[in-house]
């Protein structure tokens, strides 16, 4: 009998505390729950802040740019105003073609293509002559030295003629894109002088 108790009474401590350990996970559950919505409502807090920020910085740069463009127009106006009072007290007809802008043709700034670089000298290249004793017994020497001298004379000049093909093509395309540039800036030139007037 008593050993039936102890079962039970075991059996009624196991529920206590499974009780115990549910109402306690419900309790975890219910506080993360509470965070996970705290911390959505915070989210959605500074995203309507950043929102709202964002939309002041760009009403901000609106009114920087309408400024900016006021002072430009406001300028224009000034040097209207003033070419038409000097206009008006010269008292002669005013020159549409004197008020054109001349075509804007790019510097040229590729000069430094246009200098070739001077080719080697083959005398550089050679040993000195034969001298004393050596000019009588050192021929083969100075053979062998005037070949080695002939072999590094041709190759420096076969790396010289390499730099001086690519410094000509680079040349060659400086020239075609600054004329590309300089026909791009004439025709605009001209289609602004044949546009037709608005009145």
């Avoid at 009474?9 to 306690?24: D, K, L, N, T, V």
């Avoid at 003033?82 to 000069?111: D, E, M, Q, V, Y």
């Avoid at 246009?114 to 050192?138: C, D, I, N, R």
Wanted: hydrophobic share 45%; aromatic share 6%.
């Amino acid at each position: 009998m008593a050993r039936r108790r102890s079962l039970v009474s075991s059996f009624a401590q196991m529920q206590r505390e499974a009780a115990r350990a549910s109402a306690a996970q419900l309790r975890a559950e219910a506080a993360a729950r509470r965070e996970a919505d705290r911390a959505h409502a915070a989210y959605l807090a500074a995203r309507a802040a950043d929102e709202k920020e964002r939309k002041r910085l760009y009403a901000e740069s609106r009114a920087a740019a309408v400024v900016a463009a006021n002072s430009d127009l406001d300028a224009t106006v000034a040097a209207l105003e003033a070419l038409l009072t000097g206009a008006l007290r010269a008292g002669g007809p005013i020159s549409f073609s004197a008020l054109k802008r001349p075509p804007a043709i790019p510097a040229w700034r590729h000069g430094y293509l246009e200098q070739p670089e001077p080719a080697p000298v083959p005398e550089t290249f050679m040993p000195p002559a034969p001298a004393g004793l050596s000019k009588m017994f050192g021929g083969g020497k100075h053979q062998q030295a005037v070949a080695a001298g002939q072999a590094a004379y041709a190759q420096a000049a076969q790396q010289h003629r390499q730099r001086e093909e690519q410094r000509l093509a680079a040349l060659s395309r400086a020239r075609a894109d600054w004329q590309a540039a300089a026909d791009a800036a004439n025709a605009e030139a001209a289609r602004a002088r044949c546009a037709p007037r608005r009145d």
